[in-house]
């Protein structure tokens, strides 16, 4: 036990490269301390439980879900349903959250029985399953809607009514949140509900693995075999797990959209999941194990390098594009790094 809880120096290796290249760019883009605590709290806010979601799946010995990214469609899908219906304010901010949290219990069902089918190639099959779920969401809601759905709010739909507008506006949403009461942190504006919100769901994935339901996640992780030997149903587990985790990144785009006010329909989820999971192994996370610690480290390391970039970029090379660019590098890379320092680590295993 103790070797397996023992802190590795390979923990600390994605954590410390960023920790560094934050450190520089912090000096090279000439702002304030302030104004980027400013920038990283909301951003933190807006992405966290995105990333808490993605916990539950290493655990249990199925690696990143890059499925994630359908229950932030399935959340944007139930803001433009409702919006069509016209049921505005706080009784629509519950119907969206019911719709995006059912919906996303039932797409997770499906995904889990599908991943149970590939069992060691979940990470592939995610990354499939969510482009062909991107193409299928961007087909309804440009060619789709209109003709199926009864058109009622016609500042939604284009002229032609087929097809959603690019940008469709959720302040109704988002007024109802900040009435309740925001916490100011600089020029920035956050809801106590949405804090809230994102302190309970980390509370949750906390304890859950503390629980029974827990150690069988640990259980099925650790030996599938030997799980199964010991009276676990691992499919069953699995299946709870992915429709988990489908569940907090649909409720992690609720509160990422309340906070924005509104929704860029057919590109806000595109890359979610690729920067969610960039996060989490920022956080010195692995493809087998990860916690909440992990994750909030992760999107402060990662959103502190994704603000400092371009201006440590533009002032550096005179050149702002260059450091967009390297938002996108850093999180691929930091992918590409970690699943090489787990195959180095799991190789280094077998050869003891």
């Known amino acids: 036990m103790k070797n397996r809880n023992r802190i590795r120096k390979e923990d600390f290796l994605v954590p410390a490269a960023f920790i560094l290249f934050s450190v520089i760019c912090f000096f090279l883009s000439g702002i304030s301390f302030p104004f980027l605590a400013e920038q990283v709290s909301l951003r933190f806010i807006r992405n966290i439980i995105l990333v808490l979601a993605l916990i539950l799946p290493i655990m249990a010995g199925m690696g990143l879900n890059f499925a994630v990214v359908i229950g932030t469609m399935i959340t944007q899908a139930s803001f ?20 995006s949290l ?4 039932l ?7 599908l991943l149970n089918m590939v069992k060691g190639r979940e990470m592939v099959t995610s990354i499939v399953v969510g482009l062909l779920a991107n193409y299928i969401y961007q ?4 060619a789709g809607f209109g003709t199926l759905i009864k058109v009622n709010n016609e500042k939604l739909v284009l002229s032609t009514g087929i097809g959603v507008k690019n940008m469709v506006d959720l302040k109704t949403f ?5 009435h309740v009461g925001v916490i100011k942190i ?15 769901t980390g509370a949750f994935v906390f304890y859950l693995m503390r629980t029974p339901l827990g150690q069988k996640i640990k259980a099925v992780g650790m030996s599938e075999e030997r799980a199964e030997n010991s009276g676990i149903h691992v499919n069953r587990i699995r299946i709870i797990v992915i429709v988990l985790s489908t569940v907090i990144a649909a409720l992690g785009q609720f509160v990422y959209l309340q906070n924005i006010g509104s929704l860029n329909v057919y590109t806000e989820h595109l890359d979610t999941e690729k920067f969610a999971c960039a996060a989490l192994l920022a956080g010195g996370a692995s493809i087998r194990k990860a916690n909440v610690r992990n ?20 002032n550096t090379f005179d050149n702002a594009a260059l450091g967009e660019y390297f938002r996108s590098f850093a999180a691929y890379g930091v992918i590409a790094f970690a699943l090489v320092m787990n195959l180095r680590l799991e190789r280094k295993k077998e050869s003891c």
């Open 80 to 99: 433009i349903f409702v919006l069509n219906f016209q049921v505005m304010g706080g009784l629509g901010a519950v119907l969206v959250l019911l719709l």
């Open 102 to 105: 059912a919906f996303a219990a």
């Open 107 to 113: 797409f997770g069902l499906l995904i889990g029985k």
């Open 139 to 142: 087909l309804i809601f440009v």
């Open 174 to 178: 988002k007024e109802v949140f900040d």
């Open 186 to 200: 600089g020029e920035a504006k956050i809801s106590v509900i949405l804090l809230l919100i994102i302190a309970l």
């Open 295 to 314: 994750a909030f480290i992760g999107v402060i390391l990662l959103h502190t390098l994704f603000v400092l970039s371009p201006l440590a970029g533009r």
